[in-house]
Protein backbone atom coordinates (compact mmCIF):
# COMPACT_ATOMS: atom_id res chain seq x y z
CA UNK A 1 0.00 0.00 0.00
CA UNK A 2 2.44 2.52 1.29
CA UNK A 3 4.32 1.59 -2.29
CA UNK A 4 1.42 2.87 -4.20
CA UNK A 5 0.93 5.75 -2.59
CA UNK A 6 4.52 6.50 -3.17
CA UNK A 7 4.34 5.67 -7.02
CA UNK A 8 1.30 7.04 -7.46
CA UNK A 9 3.01 10.54 -5.63
CA UNK A 10 5.91 10.34 -7.71
CA UNK A 11 4.16 10.49 -11.06
CA UNK A 12 1.64 13.06 -10.04
CA UNK A 13 4.73 15.49 -9.77
CA UNK A 14 4.93 18.02 -12.40
CA UNK A 15 8.08 17.81 -13.05
CA UNK A 16 7.79 13.94 -13.76
CA UNK A 17 5.16 14.88 -16.05
CA UNK A 18 6.64 17.61 -17.99
CA UNK A 19 10.20 15.61 -18.47
CA UNK A 20 7.65 12.31 -19.24
CA UNK A 21 5.76 13.81 -22.26
CA UNK A 22 7.83 16.65 -23.18
CA UNK A 23 11.78 16.37 -22.59
CA UNK A 24 13.78 15.45 -25.86
CA UNK A 25 17.80 14.79 -26.24
CA UNK A 26 18.94 17.82 -27.59
CA UNK A 27 19.57 17.30 -31.13
CA UNK A 28 23.63 16.61 -31.03
CA UNK A 29 25.70 19.09 -31.58
CA UNK A 30 28.04 18.62 -34.27
CA UNK A 31 31.81 18.81 -32.62
CA UNK A 32 34.13 21.36 -33.48
CA UNK A 33 36.34 18.83 -35.15
CA UNK A 34 34.03 17.58 -37.39
CA UNK A 35 35.23 17.41 -41.16
CA UNK A 36 32.50 19.38 -42.55
CA UNK A 37 32.84 21.31 -46.53
CA UNK A 38 36.15 22.65 -46.86
CA UNK A 39 35.59 26.77 -45.78
CA UNK A 40 38.19 29.24 -47.10
CA UNK A 41 40.27 30.53 -44.98
CA UNK A 42 41.06 33.48 -46.73
CA UNK A 43 44.62 33.06 -47.92
CA UNK A 44 45.25 33.63 -51.43
CA UNK A 45 45.02 30.97 -53.89
CA UNK A 46 47.81 30.61 -56.43
CA UNK A 47 45.59 28.36 -59.09
CA UNK A 48 48.14 25.63 -58.45
CA UNK A 49 45.06 23.06 -58.71
CA UNK A 50 46.43 20.40 -56.69
CA UNK A 51 43.24 20.37 -54.78
CA UNK A 52 41.40 19.85 -57.98
CA UNK A 53 43.52 16.66 -59.27
CA UNK A 54 43.53 15.61 -55.70
CA UNK A 55 39.95 15.06 -55.61
CA UNK A 56 38.11 11.91 -55.97
CA UNK A 57 34.45 12.90 -56.54
CA UNK A 58 33.75 14.17 -60.19
CA UNK A 59 32.90 17.38 -60.03
CA UNK A 60 33.33 18.48 -56.24
CA UNK A 61 36.06 21.12 -56.17
CA UNK A 62 36.46 23.91 -59.18
CA UNK A 63 38.86 27.13 -59.09
CA UNK A 64 37.28 29.78 -59.89
CA UNK A 65 38.18 33.00 -61.02
CA UNK A 66 37.09 36.09 -59.47
CA UNK A 67 37.36 39.38 -59.77
CA UNK A 68 41.24 39.71 -57.79
CA UNK A 69 42.10 36.66 -58.10
CA UNK A 70 41.52 32.75 -57.90
CA UNK A 71 38.75 30.90 -55.50
CA UNK A 72 38.29 27.59 -54.98
CA UNK A 73 34.68 26.04 -54.76
CA UNK A 74 32.86 23.43 -53.13
CA UNK A 75 30.01 22.10 -54.59
CA UNK A 76 28.25 20.31 -51.49
CA UNK A 77 25.95 17.49 -53.85
CA UNK A 78 29.03 16.03 -55.24
CA UNK A 79 31.95 16.73 -52.47
CA UNK A 80 32.28 13.60 -50.03
CA UNK A 81 34.42 15.49 -47.25
CA UNK A 82 37.39 13.14 -47.53
CA UNK A 83 39.43 16.39 -46.92
CA UNK A 84 41.98 15.58 -48.87
CA UNK A 85 41.66 19.46 -50.99
CA UNK A 86 42.83 20.56 -47.80
CA UNK A 87 45.53 18.79 -47.31
CA UNK A 88 46.87 19.10 -50.91
CA UNK A 89 46.63 22.91 -50.94
CA UNK A 90 50.24 23.66 -50.44
CA UNK A 91 48.66 27.54 -48.94
CA UNK A 92 46.35 26.56 -47.26
CA UNK A 93 43.50 28.39 -48.82
CA UNK A 94 41.11 25.75 -47.10
CA UNK A 95 40.29 24.57 -43.91
CA UNK A 96 38.03 21.71 -42.30
CA UNK A 97 37.96 20.40 -39.29
CA UNK A 98 41.34 20.28 -37.81
CA UNK A 99 43.13 18.86 -40.47
CA UNK A 100 45.22 21.81 -40.40
CA UNK A 101 46.25 21.51 -37.19
CA UNK A 102 47.35 18.17 -37.42
CA UNK A 103 49.20 18.34 -40.70
CA UNK A 104 51.28 21.03 -38.58
CA UNK A 105 51.69 19.24 -35.82
CA UNK A 106 53.06 15.72 -37.52
CA UNK A 107 54.46 17.82 -40.30
CA UNK A 108 52.67 15.48 -42.91
CA UNK A 109 52.60 16.70 -46.86
CA UNK A 110 51.47 15.09 -49.91
CA UNK A 111 53.96 14.86 -52.49
CA UNK A 112 53.57 14.32 -55.62
CA UNK A 113 55.67 13.95 -59.34
CA UNK A 114 54.99 13.00 -62.70
CA UNK A 115 55.70 9.52 -64.05
CA UNK A 116 56.53 9.06 -67.91
CA UNK A 117 55.62 5.27 -69.28
CA UNK A 118 56.07 3.82 -72.19
CA UNK A 119 55.03 1.08 -73.83
CA UNK A 120 57.21 0.03 -76.26
CA UNK A 121 55.28 -2.51 -77.91
CA UNK A 122 52.75 0.29 -79.36
CA UNK A 123 55.77 2.52 -79.36
CA UNK A 124 56.83 3.48 -83.41
CA UNK A 125 59.45 5.38 -82.31
CA UNK A 126 58.23 8.96 -83.99
CA UNK A 127 59.92 10.88 -81.63
CA UNK A 128 56.70 13.28 -81.72
CA UNK A 129 56.88 13.28 -77.83
CA UNK A 130 60.48 14.36 -77.39
CA UNK A 131 59.79 17.09 -79.64
CA UNK A 132 56.54 18.65 -79.01
CA UNK A 133 57.70 18.74 -75.04
CA UNK A 134 57.85 22.13 -74.34
CA UNK A 135 60.36 21.57 -71.63
CA UNK A 136 63.07 19.68 -73.72
CA UNK A 137 62.68 22.25 -76.07
CA UNK A 138 63.69 24.72 -73.99
CA UNK A 139 66.52 22.75 -72.59
CA UNK A 140 67.97 21.90 -76.09
CA UNK A 141 66.76 23.97 -79.10
CA UNK A 142 68.32 22.07 -81.31
CA UNK A 143 66.57 19.13 -80.87
CA UNK A 144 65.92 17.17 -83.87
CA UNK A 145 63.01 16.19 -85.55
CA UNK A 146 63.46 12.12 -85.22
CA UNK A 147 63.92 12.87 -81.49
CA UNK A 148 67.59 12.34 -80.77
CA UNK A 149 69.55 15.05 -78.78
CA UNK A 150 72.92 15.38 -77.67
CA UNK A 151 72.17 17.46 -74.79
CA UNK A 152 71.81 14.75 -71.14
CA UNK A 153 69.27 16.92 -69.66
CA UNK A 154 66.40 16.80 -71.25
CA UNK A 155 63.61 14.78 -69.62
CA UNK A 156 63.44 12.11 -72.80
CA UNK A 157 65.00 11.28 -76.00
CA UNK A 158 65.13 8.86 -78.87
CA UNK A 159 68.34 6.52 -78.41
CA UNK A 160 69.25 3.30 -80.00
CA UNK A 161 65.89 2.94 -81.81
CA UNK A 162 63.88 3.61 -78.64
CA UNK A 163 62.57 6.16 -76.33
CA UNK A 164 64.53 6.58 -72.75
CA UNK A 165 63.61 8.53 -70.40
CA UNK A 166 66.42 10.45 -68.55
CA UNK A 167 64.62 13.18 -66.44
CA UNK A 168 60.93 12.00 -65.28
CA UNK A 169 61.79 14.93 -62.14
CA UNK A 170 62.03 17.35 -64.59
CA UNK A 171 58.36 16.58 -65.97
CA UNK A 172 55.20 19.15 -65.58
CA UNK A 173 52.82 17.20 -66.75
CA UNK A 174 51.29 19.27 -69.14
CA UNK A 175 50.74 16.15 -71.14
CA UNK A 176 51.49 17.59 -74.42
CA UNK A 177 53.42 14.35 -75.17
CA UNK A 178 50.50 11.84 -75.09
CA UNK A 179 48.44 14.35 -77.07
CA UNK A 180 51.15 14.36 -79.68
CA UNK A 181 51.46 10.56 -79.69
CA UNK A 182 49.62 8.73 -82.71
CA UNK A 183 49.20 5.31 -81.05
CA UNK A 184 49.09 6.23 -77.18
CA UNK A 185 52.32 4.81 -75.94
CA UNK A 186 53.34 7.59 -73.78
CA UNK A 187 51.16 7.66 -70.39
CA UNK A 188 51.49 10.61 -68.24
CA UNK A 189 50.75 9.82 -64.69
CA UNK A 190 50.53 12.23 -61.55
CA UNK A 191 51.55 10.44 -58.61
CA UNK A 192 51.12 11.52 -55.15
CA UNK A 193 52.59 9.96 -51.50
CA UNK A 194 52.10 11.04 -48.37
CA UNK A 195 55.39 12.16 -46.62
CA UNK A 196 56.41 13.57 -43.38
CA UNK A 197 59.01 15.75 -42.83
CA UNK A 198 61.26 13.29 -39.77
CA UNK A 199 60.84 10.43 -42.37
CA UNK A 200 61.70 12.47 -45.67
CA UNK A 201 65.37 13.39 -43.93
CA UNK A 202 65.86 9.64 -42.68
CA UNK B 1 -10.79 24.57 -41.52
CA UNK B 2 -12.15 23.18 -38.61
CA UNK B 3 -11.14 22.95 -35.33
CA UNK B 4 -11.33 19.17 -35.39
CA UNK B 5 -9.13 18.90 -38.51
CA UNK B 6 -6.53 21.93 -36.89
CA UNK B 7 -6.01 19.76 -33.89
CA UNK B 8 -5.82 16.37 -36.69
CA UNK B 9 -3.08 18.40 -38.60
CA UNK B 10 -1.10 19.04 -35.08
CA UNK B 11 -1.40 15.59 -33.67
CA UNK B 12 -0.42 13.69 -37.37
CA UNK B 13 2.66 16.05 -37.43
CA UNK B 14 3.81 14.14 -34.46
CA UNK B 15 3.25 10.87 -36.35
CA UNK B 16 5.51 10.81 -39.03
CA UNK B 17 6.17 7.60 -41.18
CA UNK B 18 9.09 6.88 -42.76
CA UNK B 19 10.08 4.64 -45.57
CA UNK B 20 13.32 4.17 -47.26
CA UNK B 21 14.39 2.68 -50.09
CA UNK B 22 18.21 1.92 -51.40
CA UNK B 23 18.24 2.21 -55.50
CA UNK B 24 22.09 1.59 -55.95
CA UNK B 25 23.98 2.74 -53.37
CA UNK B 26 27.32 1.42 -51.39
CA UNK B 27 24.99 1.35 -48.52
CA UNK B 28 26.95 3.93 -46.05
CA UNK B 29 23.73 6.22 -46.13
CA UNK B 30 21.57 3.35 -44.67
CA UNK B 31 23.91 2.82 -42.12
CA UNK B 32 23.66 6.53 -41.09
CA UNK B 33 20.23 5.98 -41.68
CA UNK B 34 19.93 3.04 -39.67
CA UNK B 35 22.12 5.49 -36.42
CA UNK B 36 19.22 7.89 -36.78
CA UNK B 37 17.11 5.07 -34.75
CA UNK B 38 19.75 4.05 -32.64
CA UNK B 39 19.89 5.78 -28.55
CA UNK B 40 22.11 8.06 -29.54
CA UNK B 41 19.76 10.49 -32.16
CA UNK B 42 16.38 8.02 -31.48
CA UNK B 43 14.79 9.29 -34.19
CA UNK B 44 11.27 8.26 -32.61
CA UNK B 45 11.38 10.68 -29.45
CA UNK B 46 10.10 13.55 -32.34
CA UNK B 47 7.50 10.79 -33.69
CA UNK B 48 8.99 9.59 -36.46
CA UNK B 49 8.55 5.88 -37.06
CA UNK B 50 10.91 4.03 -39.57
CA UNK B 51 8.81 1.39 -41.04
CA UNK B 52 9.52 0.21 -44.52
CA UNK B 53 5.99 0.00 -45.58
CA UNK B 54 5.32 2.62 -48.63
CA UNK B 55 1.69 2.22 -48.64
CA UNK B 56 1.70 3.87 -44.80
CA UNK B 57 4.63 6.55 -45.52
CA UNK B 58 4.67 10.23 -45.44
CA UNK B 59 8.29 10.35 -45.98
CA UNK B 60 10.10 8.39 -48.81
CA UNK B 61 14.15 8.83 -47.86
CA UNK B 62 15.71 7.64 -51.23
CA UNK B 63 19.12 6.43 -51.00
CA UNK B 64 21.49 5.63 -53.73
CA UNK B 65 22.42 6.63 -57.27
CA UNK B 66 19.42 5.10 -59.77
CA UNK B 67 20.21 1.72 -61.28
CA UNK B 68 18.59 0.97 -64.06
CA UNK B 69 17.01 -2.25 -62.70
CA UNK B 70 15.40 0.54 -59.94
CA UNK B 71 14.25 3.12 -62.40
CA UNK B 72 10.74 1.26 -62.84
CA UNK B 73 10.39 -0.04 -59.30
CA UNK B 74 11.26 3.25 -57.55
CA UNK B 75 8.05 5.07 -59.36
CA UNK B 76 6.06 1.62 -58.35
CA UNK B 77 6.98 2.19 -54.90
CA UNK B 78 6.27 5.89 -55.23
CA UNK B 79 2.87 5.30 -56.34
CA UNK B 80 2.23 3.11 -53.69
CA UNK B 81 2.73 6.45 -51.02
CA UNK B 82 -0.72 7.62 -50.11
CA UNK B 83 -1.03 11.33 -50.72
CA UNK B 84 0.34 13.97 -49.23
CA UNK B 85 3.72 12.51 -49.16
CA UNK B 86 6.98 13.65 -50.11
CA UNK B 87 10.71 12.43 -50.62
CA UNK B 88 13.67 13.51 -49.47
CA UNK B 89 17.04 12.44 -50.76
CA UNK B 90 19.70 11.42 -48.69
CA UNK B 91 23.59 11.88 -49.44
CA UNK B 92 25.29 13.02 -52.58
CA UNK B 93 24.51 9.47 -55.25
CA UNK B 94 20.33 10.63 -55.09
CA UNK B 95 22.19 14.53 -56.29
CA UNK B 96 24.65 13.78 -58.37
CA UNK B 97 25.92 10.47 -58.87
CA UNK B 98 29.13 11.30 -56.53
CA UNK B 99 31.57 8.98 -57.29
CA UNK B 100 28.89 6.36 -59.27
CA UNK B 101 28.90 9.54 -61.66
CA UNK B 102 31.52 8.11 -64.24
CA UNK B 103 32.12 6.61 -67.60
CA UNK B 104 30.90 2.83 -67.71
CA UNK B 105 29.12 2.67 -64.61
CA UNK B 106 25.47 2.18 -64.90
CA UNK B 107 23.80 4.73 -62.76
CA UNK B 108 21.48 7.35 -64.02
CA UNK B 109 21.44 9.96 -61.17
CA UNK B 110 19.83 12.28 -60.32
CA UNK B 111 16.88 11.15 -58.84
CA UNK B 112 14.96 14.19 -59.86
CA UNK B 113 14.07 12.78 -63.21
CA UNK B 114 11.92 10.00 -61.71
CA UNK B 115 10.44 10.88 -58.61
CA UNK B 116 9.87 14.87 -57.27
CA UNK B 117 12.04 15.18 -54.31
CA UNK B 118 10.92 17.98 -51.70
CA UNK B 119 14.65 18.08 -49.40
CA UNK B 120 17.89 16.65 -50.06
CA UNK B 121 20.65 16.02 -47.91
CA UNK B 122 24.33 16.08 -49.19
CA UNK B 123 26.70 14.31 -47.70
CA UNK B 124 28.80 10.97 -48.09
CA UNK B 125 27.17 10.05 -46.31
CA UNK B 126 24.99 13.16 -44.16
CA UNK B 127 25.16 13.12 -40.34
CA UNK B 128 22.48 11.67 -38.82
CA UNK B 129 21.68 14.75 -37.23
CA UNK B 130 21.16 16.03 -40.65
CA UNK B 131 18.72 13.49 -41.85
CA UNK B 132 17.02 14.15 -38.69
CA UNK B 133 17.05 17.96 -39.46
CA UNK B 134 15.78 17.00 -43.05
CA UNK B 135 12.77 15.38 -41.85
CA UNK B 136 11.93 17.38 -39.38
CA UNK B 137 11.97 20.43 -40.99
CA UNK B 138 9.99 19.27 -44.07
CA UNK B 139 7.53 17.68 -42.38
CA UNK B 140 5.44 20.71 -41.33
CA UNK B 141 5.43 21.32 -45.17
CA UNK B 142 2.81 18.08 -45.81
CA UNK B 143 0.98 18.57 -42.28
CA UNK B 144 0.10 22.15 -42.78
CA UNK B 145 -3.04 21.55 -44.63
CA UNK B 146 -2.52 17.50 -44.55
CA UNK B 147 -6.87 17.40 -44.01
CA UNK B 148 -7.34 18.71 -47.25
CA UNK B 149 -5.85 16.96 -49.19
CA UNK B 150 -7.38 13.92 -47.75
CA UNK B 151 -9.42 12.38 -50.74
Keep these: MR ?66 GWEPEIYPGHCIRCGLCVEACPEAVLASGRILDVTARDGTALWSWYRLEIDDKICMRCGNCCVSCPVNREIDPQLAGSGTSSSDEVIMRVEAGRVRILHEEKCTGCKTCELNCPNRAIRVARMVEGVQIGEAEA | ?68 QWVDKLHDIWEKIPEPKVAVAIGNCPISGCVYNRRGTLTSPPVEKYIPIAA ?19 APLIFKDYEEKQP
Design chain 2, 1 to 68: MSILQKIKNTVRSRSIHVSYVDVGSCNGCDIEVLACLAPRYDIEQYGIYVHNNPREADVLLVIGSVTP
Design chain 2, 120 to 138: QVPGCPPRPTEILNAILSV
Design chain 1, 3 to 68: SIVYYLREFLRPEWIRKFFFAKTAPLETPSYFKDYPSLTGNECVACLSCMMICPAPDAIAVLRTRD
